[in-house]
């Protein structure tokens, strides 16, 4: 029994990280939907402004998102 008891905590970190990641991906899914919204050039300059104002690893991660899509225009 105490075996089990032992692999209670592991077992309830795992699930959590689990929900975590699916969480992640659920938002990170969600977020690129939001910015393939922003289709025409003056949508694309305007995020492009926001981008420069806005937290450098946020902004990093959103570009990481629509530079491909910008690359196949």
Do not use: F, G
Request: charged letters at 30%.
């Amino acid at each position: 029994m105490e075996h089990r008891t032992s692999l209670s905590p592991l077992l309830a970190a795992i699930r959590a990280d689990l929900r975590s990641r699916r969480a992640s991906r659920v938002s990170r899914k969600a977020l690129e939907r939001e910015l393939a919204s922003y289709t025409s050039p003056s949508e694309q300059n305007e995020l492009d402004a926001i981008l420069l104002r806005a937290d450098p690893r946020a902004a990093a991660e959103i570009r990481s998102i629509i530079q491909p899509r910008r690359l196949t225009w």
